[in-house]
Each structure stands twice: as structure tokens, then as C-alpha cells.
């Protein structure tokens, strides 16, 4: 079973400039989420989606990142116009809500990253 | 709120030592608490999930715990490798969302020769 992939892995632009983040989420996974850490920081969630559907963009920074999940496959995250704050690391995640013996979980599965710098 | 912070911030130790990370939450009402590894320049790696109902969770050398009561779940490694040296994260749900992870800083470890 192919794991979550992100593309691309490494994104270097100018401030100002306009930068699209993809991720495909493990196949048949429903929740797909997008979080970013940023140089020092913890890990923060950003917004997740259930199919094509947001369910929480709580996180979102601002208005300039844009997130769609067409047809409820693969995920983009956009940032425009860029600024030197986005730079970090952005990861993606998914995940199927599943039930055990100990009750249900959601254990949420990550992609290599995309390192994004702002210049 | 969910806050999660995780002690030590760094850790180094000889090959062999069984050694302890620590998590705490602020939020007794968890609903999953998950242990991550990162490798320098890669991305995450699941190594244990513990659901609400479960004290711990066992995956090779690797034990987790779970005590929600005082908010503390600990990363057990035992017999360390040098393949073990990574940063070592921990996550948990926020209050009343049993989606979104609220993360830790991370514990970084090194094993040496």
C-alpha cells in the first residue's frame, strides 16, 4: 500500500511569488489533514478535510493559504501571495477513523514534508 | 486548550540503556495520544498509537503508556541502538476535536557506539 506522498519535496521562491503544495493521501483514507512546523516551533494543524469537504481550517494562517481537495483525492495547499513568515515545513496526513477491541481511533499517517522557503 | 510539552528537550546516551521520554497534556479528555519519530531531513513516522481506553501499547522495543489521570504518557526504549537516534514526537487530540493533533517540541535523542 503506497503511503502518503507530497510533491514537491523541496520549494525555494521569491516573497511575493505564488507556491502550490500537493498531497496525495493513502487511497481510501477520508480524512486528510495539512499541518506546519515552522523553524523552532511545535508542530501546528492548519485544517482538515473529510473527503472534499473542510471540516476544521481553524488553523489557517490567513487568507493568502488557499486548501482544496477535488473529488476527495489528492489535497493542494496554495500560498499567495508568499511571505518570509511561511517558510517551514508543511506535512500532510491522512487517515480512516477505525474501531478496535479499545474503541475507535484515528491514527493519522504522514507524508515525507515539503520544505518551503521564502526568500 | 490542549498543550503538550514533552521533557527532556535533548537526550544522549551510550548504546544499550534502556532509557524513558516523557509527554504531558493539559486536557485529561485525549482521545488518541500518538509517538512519532522523525529522522534529520524525513518526514514522520507513526510508531504507537494509545486509544483513550488503553493504558499502553507494545511495538518491539518500543512501549508507550497512557495515564490520563495526570495527563503523562512515556516513550519506553529499551536496549538502545544507534538506529534509534531521532527526534521522537508526541501528539494528542485537542478537547472536544478527535481529529487534530496538538504536538509536543520533540525529545532529541542520540545513541552512541
Known amino acids: 500500500e503506497a503511503g502518503v506522498t507530497q510533491f514537491p519535496s523541496h520549494s525555494v521562491i521569491e516573497k511575493g511569488q505564488t507556491v502550490t503544495l500537493r498531497c496525495d493521501p493513502i487511497?481510501?483514507?477520508?480524512?486528510l489533514y495539512w499541518y506546519r512546523r515552522v523553524m523552532g516551533k511545535e508542530i501546528k494543524f492548519l485544517l482538515h478535510?473529510?473527503?472534499?469537504?473542510?471540516?476544521?481550517e481553524s488553523g489557517m494562517p490567513n487568507n493568502r493559504f488557499l486548501a482544496e481537495r477535488t473529488g476527495g483525492t489528492y489535497s493542494t495547499l496554495k500560498v499567495q501571495p508568499a511571505e518570509l513568515e511561511d517558510s517551514g515545513v508543511y506535512f500532510c496526513?491522512?487517515?480512516?477513523?477505525?474501531?478496535?477491541?479499545?474503541?475507535?481511533?484515528?491514527?493519522?499517517?504522514f507524508g515525507p514534508g515539503t520544505r518551503l522557503t521564502v526568500l | 486548550k490542549q498543550e503538550v510539552t514533552q521533557i527532556p528537550a535533548a537526550l544522549s546516551v551510550p548504546e544499550g540503556e534502556n532509557l524513558v521520554l516523557n509527554c504531558s497534556f493539559t486536557?485529561?479528555?485525549?482521545?488518541?495520544l500518538q509517538w512519532f519519530r522523525q529522522d534529520p531531513g524525513k518526514g514522520l513516522t507513526s510508531l504507537l498509537l494509545?486509544?483513550?481506553s488503553q493504558r499502553e501499547q507494545t511495538s518491539g522495543r518500543l512501549n508507550a503508556s497512557l495515564d490520563k489521570s495526570s495527563g503523562r504518557s512515556t516513550l519506553y526504549i529499551a536496549a538502545s541502538q544507534p538506529g534509534d537516534s531521532a527526534t521522537y514526537l508526541c501528539a494528542g487530540n485537542a478537547a472536544g476535536n478527535n481529529r487534530k493533533l496538538i504536538w509536543g517540541l520533540g525529545t532529541s535523542l542520540a545513541v552512541n557506539p
Open positions: 487511497s481510501g483514507h477520508d480524512n
Open positions: 494509545i486509544q483513550s
Open positions: 478535510f473529510v473527503k472534499e469537504s473542510k471540516q476544521d
Open positions: 486536557d485529561s479528555a485525549i482521545y488518541n
Open positions: 496526513a491522512s487517515s480512516q477513523l477505525r474501531t478496535s477491541g479499545g474503541g475507535p481511533y484515528n491514527e493519522q499517517f
